[in-house]
C-alpha cells in the first residue's frame, strides 16, 4: 500500500511548498471528535451520499450499487476520524516493531480500542518519518495485502514501491508532485499482491514539514479498492447498457428533478429538439424549453405528481418548424426518493402522428362502413362469442324495435317470437361452436304480427388470429316478396308443363337474349329428340328444319320479331326432320313477348304434328285432282259425245236432206209436166221416189242402232253358236238375195268352232262386211270367208277385190257417215262400218282392215273364244 | 238454149234435176264432184253453175273459189245447193263466190226463181 517516497519523492520534497490544509486545521477540534466520533462519522456519511447522488443518477436506479458506494464513503469518513484522532493524539509513534504498537496499547485504554478497530480494518494505515529520528507506524491490515509481517514492512519505508503495477509508475510518480507542491495528494494506482492478483489501491497521503518548511513525515491511508472498481466497471457497462437502450429508443427521454434540471436525456430527445433548432443538454432546465403557457400546464402537472405520485399521460400536439402539426403521447412518470416522495420525474415522449393518423383513417373506413351497412336494405348484426349484439345496422335496429346505439348486449331480439329467435340463435351458436359458416340460407320466420318472412342469410364467423371464433357477422336479406313471385312463378310453371304434357304439341320457350330455348318433352315423343328440361341453343331447333324450309320459315321469324308490337303472333307450317330421319310436317304457332321497352325478349310457341293431316290432305287433294281429271276427262267426253253427237245430227239431218231433195224434185217434175208425161217417166220417178224413202228407213234404222251405241244401250245377250252353220247361214241367205250375182267362197280352216256371243250382233256384223265387200266390188264374181283359230281367238276374215279404200280415207273408215271417196254413186249411209266397229267391240273383239285402192278390202274381226 | 252444170254426187238427185231442168229448156251436164267440174269447164263454157257443196274429191265450195279464181272473166253465175244450211254454211258458199245459196229441200219454184235470177229472165 501506500505512499511514495521513492528516492526521487525526496527531491521533489525539498522544493514543495507545503502548507497546512483543511484536515489539519479540523485537527484542532480532535477532541470534540473523539467524544462525538459517531455522529460525524454519521454526518460525513449523509453529506458523501448527498454529493454523489448530485453526481449521479445511479443511486435512484440502482441502489444496489449505490450501497457499495455507501460503503466506500464510509471507509473514507472512518479515515478522516482516524486521521484526526492520531493528529490530536500524537500517540502514533510507531517504533520499530509491532510489540511497541501492542506495548502502547495496553497502556493507553482509548489506544487499544483504536488499534483494534484500526487492525479490523481492511484500510492500511501509515505514518513514515523522513528524518530518520522519529517512528514508523504499519497498520496490521499491511499483512494481509502484502504477505508479510508488518514488523517487517515497518522497517523498510520504500517496500510498497516494489509492489506497484508497471503501467501505474507514473501515477505515482505524478502524486508525489503533488504532494510535495500543495502537501497533499490522492491517486488510484494498481499494485501486484504477493498472490500476483492484481488490486486496485486508493491512497490518500499528506506531507509534515517542520518550521523550515522541510517535510519530516508523510503518512497517509491506502485502501484496497479492487471490489469498488470491479463494480463500478460493472456500472459503467450497465450503465453504457442502458444508455444505449435509452439511446435507441424511438421515444424521446428526459429525467429531470423537481424543479426541472435535465438529469438525463436520450438521443431521441436530442434529435427531436435539434430537429426543431433547440439543443437540449443535461444541466439545462427543462421549463427552460417551454412557452410560457406550457410552462405553467406542465408546472401543474409536476405539482399533480407530486401529490399523487402516479404516472400521468396526456397526448400533446406542437407544431413542427414547419408548422405541420405532430401529436404525441407524453407519460410522467414518477421516480421516488428513498424517502418516498418523487425524486424526479421521467418523462417520456412518442410522436403518435402517424398513428392518430391511422386511427383517423380507420375511424373514417369505420364510419364508411357504418354508412354502407347502415342503408343495405339487409338486416346486418355481428354478435360477440357471448353471442350479444355488438355492432347493428339501422335495418336491424328498426327491426329490433330499438332505436339509438347498437351495443344493445342483447341475446335475441324483440321482432320475432320465441320460437323464431330460438332458432335463428341455435344457428349462431352452431357457428361459434364449430366455425362453419352458413351461406345463402333460406329461412321461413314468422314475426310477432303472425305474418310470414322469408330471409336469406349468410353468417360467417369471426376469427382472430389464432383462429379461434370470437363472434359471428350475420347478414339476412327479407326476400319474401321475392319468394312469393317465386312460388307463383313456380305454381305458373307447374301448369305450363302440366300443359305441356297434357297437350299433343311440342311446347318450346325461346329465350331471345341468350338466344336459349327450352325446348318440351314433347320433342322426345313427336320428333324423337330428347333435351330433357335442360336449355339448349335455338340452333338445335333451327338446324332440323327441314333444308327446303329452312330459310323460309327464318325469315319469317324475323319478319315477326321485327314487325312493331308486343304480342305479336307467328304461325307457319314447314317440314321438321326427326331424328330417324324422317320428315314430320309441322304447323308452329308462337307468340312474341317483350320487355318494358318493347324490345322482343321471348317467344313461346308449339309445334304440332300435322303430318297425317299433311297427307292425309295430300291424299285429298291426290284424290280431287284425280276425280278432277277424270271429271274433266269425262266432261271431256261428254263434250265430245254431245259435240259427236250434235255432229252427228247435223250429218245425218244432211244425209236426209239429199234423198228428200230427190223426192221432192221428182214430185215437183210430176206435178210440173203431169200432163205431159210418159207413163213409162212416171213408173220410173214413182219408182225413184219409193227407192229414196227405202234408204232414208235404212239410214233411220243404222241412226236408231247408232243412238243405242252411244247411250250404252247396247245388251249382248250371249248363246252358243256353231260359227260354221251360222256363217254359211248368212252367206246363203246373201247369195239368194235378189240382184246379187257373187258367190261368197268360204275358207274354215277349223272343223267346227261353238262360240258363246250374241247372235245378233254377229250376224248384223257379217251381213254388213259381207254386202259391203259385195257392193264395193262391181264387176267381179267373188267375196272371200275365211275363218282362222290361231290361239285363244278366232279370225274372221271377209276380203274383196273392188274398188278398195284410199290411205286419206282409211283412217277415219269406221267413224259414222265417213265414205271412201270413190264410192262413186253406190249407195251407203256411211253408218255400216261404224255400227260393226260398235258392235264386234261389245263382243269383247276387235276389227281391222287392210285396203289398197282399186285392188281391194279386207276387213278381220277377231272374237275371244271364252 | 242455157246450159247449165250441175255438180252432184248423189246420183238420184242429179237425175231428177235434170230430168227437170231438160223439161224446163236446158242443156244440162252433170259432174260427180268439183274436180269433175273443172275438168268439164277446161272446153265447156255453162251459162249456170249449180253445185253441191259436200262432196267427194273436191267439195263445191273449192269448185267455187276455182272457178272464180281462174276464170273470172266473163263470170258464171253460180248456184249452191246443199244439205248445210246453217247461217255459217251460207256465208262461206256466198263468201267462196256464189251468187244464190240454196238449201235442201227446195222447191222446183224456188230453184226456178234463182235460176231466173241469175240469168235475167
Request: glycine share 6%; net charge negative; proline share 3%.
Given at each position: ?18 502548507k ?21 462519522l454519521?454526518?460525513?456519511m449523509?453529506?458523501?451520499?448527498l ?7 445511479l443511486?435512484a ?13 464510509l ?13 490530536a ?33 481492511n484500510d492500511?494505515?501509515?505514518?513514515f ?30 517496500f ?71 463494480a ?13 437502450v ?27 429538439n ?28 409536476f ?20 408548422g ?11 421516480v421516488?426518493?428513498?424517502?418516498g ?5 421521467c ?85 361459434l ?9 333460406e329461412?321461413?320466420v ?70 336459349e ?10 320428333f ?30 324475323e ?38 321497352s ?31 281429271k277424270?271429271?274433266n276427262l ?27 231433195s230427190a ?34 228407213t235404212?239410214?233411220l ?5 247408232i ?29 239368194n ?27 248384223n256384223t257379217?251381213i ?19 275363218v ?8 274372221i ?10 290411205d ?24 255400216g ?34 | ?68 279464181r ?10 249452191i ?15 267462196a ?25
Amino acid at each position: 500500500m501506500v505512499v511514495e517516497m521513492k528516492t526521487s519523492g525526496s527531491q521533489q520534497g525539498k522544493s514543495c511548498d507545503m502548507k497546512t490544509d483543511s484536515v489539519f486545521a479540523r485537527s484542532k477540534s480532535s477532541h470534540f471528535m473523539t467524544k462525538h466520533g459517531f455522529l460525524l462519522l454519521l454526518a460525513a456519511m449523509a453529506f458523501l451520499i448527498l454529493i454523489f447522488k448530485q453526481d449521479s443518477f445511479l443511486t435512484a436506479v440502482m441502489p444496489g450499487i449505490a450501497f457499495v458506494i455507501g460503503g466506500s464513503m464510509l471507509s473514507g469518513s472512518i479515515f478522516i476520524f482516524l486521521f484526526t484522532k492520531q493528529q490530536a493524539d500524537p500517540v502514533a509513534t510507531v517504533d520499530d516493531d509491532t510489540t511497541k504498537l501492542n506495548v502502547a496499547q495496553n497502556e493507553d485504554p482509548d489506544r487499544g480500542r483504536l488499534d483494534f478497530i484500526l487492525d479490523s480494518l481492511n484500510d492500511v494505515f501509515w505514518s513514515f518519518d523522513l528524518t530518520g529520528k522519529g517512528d514508523n507506524y504499519l497498520s496490521h491490515s499491511a499483512e494481509r495485502l502484502y504477505g508479510r509481517p508488518v514488523s517487517e514492512l515497518a522497517k523498510e519505508p520504500f517496500f510498497w514501491a516494489h509492489y506497484i503495477h508497471p503501467d501505474d509508475i507514473h501515477l505515482q510518480e505524478s502524486s508525489h508532485r503533488s504532494l510535495c507542491e500543495e502537501g497533499k495528494s490522492e491517486c488510484t494506482y494498481r499494485i501486484v499482491d504477493h498472490n500476483k492478483i492484481v488490486r486496485w489501491i486508493y491512497c490518500r497521503k499528506r506531507a509534515i514539514r517542520d518550521n523550515s518548511g522541510s517535510i519530516v513525515r508523510i503518512e497517509g491511508v491506502s485502501t484496497d479498492v479492487s471490489y469498488l472498481r470491479q463494480a463500478e466497471a460493472i456500472i459503467e457497462k450497465q450503465e453504457l447498457q442502458i444508455n444505449a437502450v435509452v439511446d435507441n429508443l424511438d421515444m424521446a427521454i428526459l429525467i429531470v428533478n423537481r424543479v426541472g434540471k435535465i438529469l438525463l436525456i436520450n438521443k431521441e430527445a436530442q434529435e427531436s429538439n435539434r430537429r426543431n433548432n433547440r439543443t437540449v443538454q443535461v444541466g439545462m432546465n427543462f421549463f427552460d424549453l417551454l412557452s410560457p403557457e406550457r410552462r405553467i400546464s406542465r408546472q401543474t402537472i409536476f405539482e399533480n405528481i407530486f401529490n399523487s405520485k402516479s404516472t400521468i399521460n396526456q397526448v400533446v400536439d406542437y407544431p413542427d418548424k414547419d408548422g405541420v402539426v405532430h401529436y404525441y403521447s407524453v407519460y410522467y412518470i414518477p421516480v421516488l426518493g428513498s424517502n418516498g416522495e418523487v425524486e424526479q420525474i421521467c418523462i417520456m415522449s412518442r410522436d403518435i402522428t402517424s398513428q392518430r393518423l391511422a386511427e383517423e383513417k380507420i375511424r373514417e373506413k369505420t364510419e364508411l362502413l357504418r354508412t354502407v351497412i347502415d342503408n343495405l336494405p339487409d338486416y346486418v348484426y355481428v354478435k360477440d362469442s357471448a353471442l350479444r349484439q355488438v355492432i347493428n345496422n339501422k335495418v336491424n335496429l328498426k327491426s329490433l324495435r330499438t332505436a339509438g346505439d347498437d351495443t344493445l348486449c342483447r341475446r335475441t331480439s324483440g321482432y320475432f317470437p320465441y320460437e323464431t329467435t330460438e332458432k335463428l340463435i341455435i344457428d349462431d351458436q352452431n357457428i361459434l361452436d364449430t366455425g362453419i359458416p352458413i351461406v345463402d340460407k333460406e329461412e321461413e320466420v314468422i314475426d310477432n304480427e303472425g305474418r310470414k318472412h322469408w330471409l336469406l342469410t349468410t353468417k360467417v364467423p369471426l376469427k382472430n388470429q389464432e383462429g379461434e371464433v370470437t363472434g359471428i357477422v350475420s347478414i339476412s336479406r327479407d326476400i319474401t316478396e321475392r319468394k312469393h313471385m317465386e312460388l307463383s312463378l313456380n305454381m305458373s310453371n307447374e301448369r305450363f308443363e302440366m300443359a305441356t304434357r297434357a297437350t299433343d304439341d311440342a311446347i318450346w320457350d325461346w329465350d331471345l337474349v341468350t338466344d336459349e330455348a327450352y325446348l318440351g318433352e314433347n320433342f322426345k315423343e313427336l320428333f324423337g329428340y330428347d333435351w330433357g328440361k335442360a336449355r339448349v341453343n335455338v340452333s338445335e331447333w333451327s338446324k332440323r328444319i327441314h333444308p327446303d324450309d329452312r330459310d323460309r320459315v327464318l325469315r319469317s321469324l324475323e319478319a315477326v320479331l321485327e314487325s312493331p308490337g308486343c304480342q305479336n303472333k307467328w304461325q307457319i307450317e314447314y317440314r321438321y326432320i326427326c331424328a330417324n330421319g324422317t320428315v314430320a310436317h309441322v304447323c308452329d304457332r308462337a307468340f312474341v313477348l317483350c320487355d318494358e321497352s318493347g324490345q322482343p325478349v321471348r317467344m313461346i310457341g308449339a309445334m304440332q304434328n300435322i303430318t297425317e293431316v299433311v297427307e292425309h290432305r295430300e291424299y285429298l287433294e291426290q284424290k280431287v285432282s284425280e276425280r278432277t281429271k277424270e271429271l274433266n276427262l269425262a266432261l271431256e267426253t261428254q263434250k265430245e259425245m254431245v259435240e259427236a253427237k250434235s255432229r252427228f245430227v247435223s250429218i245425218a239431218s244432211h244425209e236426209f236432206r239429199t234423198p228428200l231433195s230427190a223426192i221432192q224434185f221428182a214430185s215437183g217434175f210430176l206435178r210440173k209436166f203431169h200432163g205431159r208425161i210418159k207413163s213409162a217417166d212416171l213408173e220410173r220417178k214413182l219408182e225413184g221416189i219409193e227407192k229414196q224413202v227405202v234408204l232414208m228407213t235404212a239410214l233411220l234404222d243404222d241412226i236408231l242402232v247408232i243412238g243405242k251405241c252411244e247411250a250404252g244401250k247396247l245388251k249382248t245377250n250371249p248363246v252358243s253358236i256353231n260359227v260354221i252353220e251360222f256363217l254359211d247361214k248368212i252367206a246363203n241367205d246373201i247369195m239368194n238375195t235378189k240382184g246379187v250375182d257373187h258367190k261368197i267362197v268360204r275358207k274354215y280352216n277349223v272343223p267346227r268352232l261353238v262360240l258363246v256371243s250374241d247372235e245378233k250382233f254377229l250376224r248384223n256384223t257379217f251381213i254388213n262386211l259381207l254386202t259391203n265387200a259385195i257392193k264395193f266390188s262391181p264387176g267381179k264374181d267373188s267375196v272371200n270367208l275365211e275363218v282362222e283359230l290361231p290361239g285363244d281367238c278366232v279370225r274372221i276374215r271377209v276380203a274383196d277385190q273392188g274398188i278398195g279404200i284410199s290411205d286419206s280415207d282409211l283412217t277415219s273408215i269406221f267413224d259414222p257417215f265417213q265414205r271412201g271417196s270413190n264410192v262413186n254413186g253406190i249407195d251407203g249411209t256411211g253408218l255400216g262400218l261404224s255400227i260393226v266397229k260398235k258392235a264386234v267391240e261389245a263382243l269383247g273383239g276387235e276389227i281391222s282392215v287392210i285396203s289398197k285402192e282399186g285392188m281391194g278390202s279386207e276387213f278381220t274381226v277377231k272374237l275371244p273364244v271364252s | 238454149m242455157k246450159k247449165i252444170l250441175l255438180v252432184e254426187d248423189t246420183e238420184s238427185l242429179a237425175e231428177n234435176m235434170t230430168d227437170l231442168l231438160s223439161n224446163l229448156g236446158f242443156e244440162v251436164k252433170v259432174a260427180m264432184n268439183g274436180q269433175e267440174a273443172l275438168s268439164v269447164l277446161s272446153d265447156y263454157r255453162p251459162d249456170l253453175i249449180i253445185t253441191d257443196v259436200l262432196m267427194p274429191v273436191m267439195d263445191g265450195l273449192t269448185l267455187t273459189n276455182t272457178i272464180r279464181r281462174d276464170i273470172p272473166n266473163p263470170a258464171i253465175p253460180i248456184i249452191i245447193l246443199s244439205a248445210k244450211g246453217t247461217p255459217d254454211d251460207i256465208k262461206a258458199g256466198l263468201d267462196a263466190g256464189a251468187d244464190i245459196y240454196l238449201k235442201k229441200p227446195c222447191s222446183v219454184e224456188e230453184l226456178i226463181n234463182a235460176i231466173g235470177t241469175v240469168l235475167n229472165y
